[in-house]
């Protein structure tokens, strides 16, 4: 213990500007005081207002390692642990007379990081298995650190220093950072190897005996006792070794482990270390799948097709399908075997996905469930299939040698792309049509050899057989040969006349029937006749409608008009679909002429144009022409017209001045009838769109403002112009004076700006800053902002408004403080008089500050 006569000399020693502010009165303190701190540690220093304090009394747990000596100094003399929360009474004495006190004093230990972490165990060991998942964690390594748990002294961070062995460099494992779990990476799952060994049954026998038994299966060679062949005691030797694998003793892999406080991302942070021992285990749960089965094998059922094997040999199995299918014809056994129940038919079902789960006696899974794929093999049981039951193919006579004459189809329902539906197309009987058609073996191509002639033979009946390896089916084919065109139409007369039609006879009328007949064979395309008006309707207002087969009929397809054409004379042509045999032309006698006359009808006057839509600038005056249209009586007679319509000029014109602005588009109907008739009438809606010009400025929303110089926050600034683009935003804010040093105004966006104050005035005022707003087109005026600038309270209100100090009173108090005020008056006049020139230089000076605040 350090004696109290010795403190002085200490904290002199270690005195300075440190011990200076750790001085106060003599009243209830909290006292900060880091772990671990050299001793005798001065804390604080108690100062007190008697004057005949002498000395001091510390009481509380832990006392004995607070000391404070006569003059006030309180001071650690033995080293304090943060885990610990010192509470203690201090008491003034005068001669061991409390006189001040007793006062709380509160310690609290600061955590510093003098405790590096350690692993709970130096060696910890593991088992992992071939083939386990990326990820999921088979081993679990936990450290400790003595700090503070709530400060990141005590903050654990978890890393993997090496892997042995690690010949080509790439790491199997991997550690969390925060749970200091350990698992395999995606490359250790495929890369882990188990040693080698012998594969045991559910419940099957795994002694020596077993083993010697399994040997002798396995090499059936000369009887040599099992004790001197070397071959099965280094067996022998490695599965003894494989199931007694010790981590500890005999590791497949080890891993050495970090563990870091700091949360690891200081430099200066303490670490431990240990090692993890693995040993990698035989996984023999392994997919076999793809499965592969053959169709309609004979059996016996049920089949075994794949066995499964848990690596609990308690396991017990169980099969579920993972479509929702009617069939399924699969099972398993006790012992993991996978067996099929019923043939299989690949065109029902080429595939079926089996799920296979693993479980204990309670019903929890063991294994991950294991999905296995059953693929079902073609065998060639269908036969090809014709595609048509008759297939009709047509040639026209004269064709040329190799012209085709169709393409055979036919299709086989066994696998794709296989033997199985292969086809192959030929005669049945080639030697009758060896001469007249080939067919092509792999596509059914069947051409022509000769040139074809109706008069030989108009149609042959062919037999093609189409097969498989296996297969094969006869398919029926047709082949035709069809008439040329060698026949011309005629028509039955060249002229048609006296065909009279009154202008208003309505669309779909038919004017006349006409008819031609062709000599080539009935329902072919070159005895079809189709009917074509080739002269004297330029304007399609007529056309023919026929079947086909020689009649047309003439009909109206748009409106008559006798004032356009009195008399059509309609020039129709007969033609066939198909082209005319070469050499052979048209002539007069598939030609024919109709005659019509029109009849006139009266007619409600016409305007000169069906669509009526005007589009001028706002800023037409009133009286001038929106539209010049004509509108006129087919048959001549005088018209009158509607509002706002001079039938004379054919001149719309407005009526007062247009402005955009108040309207963007009306309409106006116009109707024009004869004069000596005025139920002939007609109307046209006559659409006005109006153009905008600049005729607007951008306008303030708000003139005034109010900025607070002890809150002091930009205004924002907004203007509006009625105009459209492009006479409207963006608009560009600036000041008249722009090199102002008391203002700032900058745009935000394209309507609105931040009038920022950058220098305080020194007194509340009033200021009208002369800010010019101009729109996209460069159009704008100056306009007058006010902003009040004043002192204002916590909550942005002014203490006395600016220009506003007036106060309202009521009549009597009013009178009364009138007459004082005269009376006052008259004793200051003189004094007023006296100080005129001084208050005129004030004002002068006002007058110029207030123009720098622009």
């Not at 000395?55 to 006569?70: A, L, P, Q």
């Not at 709970?120 to 503070?148: C, H, K, L, M, Q």
């Not at 108090?813 to 007459?819: C, R």
Request: overall charge negative.
């Amino acid at each position: 213990m350090v004696h109290l006569l010795l403190l002085p000399l200490l904290i002199s020693i270690a005195a300075g500007k440190d011990l200076e502010e750790k001085k106060g009165p003599f009243e209830n303190t909290e006292l900060d005081v880091p772990e671990g701190m050299t001793v005798p540690y001065p804390v604080h220093q108690f100062q007190v207002t008697h004057p005949g304090v002498n000395s001091f009394r510390v009481k509380g747990e832990g006392s004995e390692d607070i000391k404070i000596s006569n003059d006030g100094w309180l001071y650690v003399e033995r080293p304090l642990d943060w885990s610990r929360e010192n509470h203690y009474a201090l008491s003034a004495l005068v001669d061991d007379e409390v006189v001040e006190g007793p006062i709380s004093v509160n310690i609290h230990v600061l955590d510093v990081n003098n405790n590096a972490p350690t692993f709970n165990e130096n060696i910890y060991t593991a088992v992992v298995r071939e083939y386990s998942r990326a990820g999921a964690p088979f081993v679990r390594v936990s450290a400790s650190d003595r700090d503070d748990p709530q400060t990141p002294n005590a903050q654990l961070s978890y890393s993997l220093v090496s892997q042995i062995p690690n010949k080509n460099n790439i790491m199997l494992f991997q550690i969390d950072s925060e749970t200091g779990e350990i698992s395999t990476t995606e490359e250790g799952t495929q890369m882990l190897k188990a040693r080698e060994g012998i594969h045991y049954g559910k419940g099957e026998d795994q002694s020596i005996e077993a083993l010697k038994t399994k040997f002798n299966d396995y090499c059936p060679a000369p009887k040599i006792p099992h004790e001197e062949n070397p071959f099965f005691t280094c067996m022998e030797r490695a599965e003894i070794r494989r199931r007694n694998m010790d981590p500890l003793e005999d590791p497949d892999y080890t891993l050495i482990v970090r563990v870091q406080d700091m949360g690891g991302v200081s430099e200066t942070a303490l670490s431990g270390n240990a090692r993890v021992q693995i040993v990698v285990q035989q996984n023999l749960w392994v997919n076999p799948g793809p499965i592969i089965v053959q169709e309609h094998f004979r059996g016996p059922y049920p089949m075994v097709i794949a066995k499964v094997q848990s690596n609990d040999p308690d396991a017990m199995y169980s099969l579920m399908q993972k479509e929702r299918e009617l069939k399924f014809p699969f099972q398993i056994t006790e012992d993991g075997e996978i067996q099929l129940t019923e043939e299989l038919d690949r065109e029902d079902k080429s595939m079926y996905v089996l799920v296979v789960l693993a479980k204990d006696n309670s019903g929890t899974e063991v294994e991950p469930p294991m999905e296995i794929q059953v693929l079902v093999e073609d065998v060639n049981d269908n036969q090809p299939i014709c595609d048509e039951e008759e297939n009709v193919f047509e040639v026209q006579e004269g064709e040329p040698v190799g012209s085709l004459i169709g393409e055979m189809k036919a299709h086989d329902d066994d696998e794709e792309g296989t033997l199985n539906s292969q086809l192959t197309y030929s005669f049945q009987d080639p030697d009758s049509v060896a001469t007249v058609f080939s067919i092509e073996a792999a596509s059914g191509r069947i051409q022509a050899l000769r040139s074809l002639q109706r008069r030989d033979k108009k149609v042959y009946d062919v037999i093609v057989r189409v097969s498989d390896p296996v297969f094969t089916t006869e398919c029926k084919v047709v082949i035709k040969v069809i008439d040329v065109n060698n026949e011309l139409p005629l028509f039955e007369k060249s002229e048609y006349d006296g065909v009279s039609l009154a202008e208003d006879t309505p669309l779909g009328h038919t004017v006349l029937t006409i008819k031609a007949t062709d000599g080539d064979d009935p329902d072919s395309g070159s005895s079809r006749i189709e009917f074509h008006i080739t002269a004297g309707d330029d304007d399609g207002v007529f056309t023919v409608e026929t079947d086909g087969k020689g009649t047309g009929h003439v009909v109206i397809a748009k409106p008559l008009d006798f004032e356009s054409s009195s008399n059509y004379r309609l020039q129709i042509d007969a033609r066939n679909p198909e082209p005319l045999m070469k050499g052979l032309e048209y002539g007069s006698e598939s030609t024919a002429f109709v005659s019509v006359s029109l009849t006139n009808i009266d007619e409600a006057p016409e305007f000169s144009v069906d669509i009526m839509e005007v589009t001028v600038p706002e800023n037409t005056t009133k009286g001038s022409v929106l539209l010049t249209m004509e509108a006129k009586d087919p048959e001549g007679k005088d018209i009158g017209a509607g509002w706002r319509f001079d039938a004379a000029t054919g001149e719309i014109k407005t009526k007062e001045k247009l402005d955009r602005e108040t309207v963007e588009a009306f309409k106006v109907t116009v109707t024009a009838f004869e004069k000596g008739n005025p139920e002939k009438s007609s109307e046209r809606e006559v659409t006005v769109r109006l153009l905008d010009v600049n005729d607007n400025y951008p306008v303030l929303v708000e003139k005034q403002a109010f900025i607070c110089v002890k809150k002091s926050e930009p205004v924002i600034i907004k203007a509006q112009d009625p105009d459209s683009a492009p006479f409207s935003q963006p608009f560009t804010f600036s000041l008249v004076h722009k090199k102002s040093s008391n203002w700032d105004l900058q745009s935000i966006d394209a309507t609105s700006a931040k009038l920022t104050l950058k220098r305080k005035p020194t007194e509340d005022r009033t200021i009208s800053l002369p800010i010019i707003i101009k729109d996209n087109a460069g159009l704008g005026i100056q306009q007058a902002f006010e902003v009040r600038v004043c002192n204002c309270t916590e909550l942005g209100y002014c203490y006395i408004e600016p220009e506003s100090r007036a106060f309202s009173f009521g009549m009597g108090p009013t009178i009364g403080i009138l007459a004082g005020t005269l009376g006052f008056c008259i004793i200051v006049f003189v004094i007023v008089i006296k100080r005129v020139k001084k208050g005129d230089k004030k004002k002068g000076q006002a007058a110029e500050e207030e123009r720098n605040m622009m």
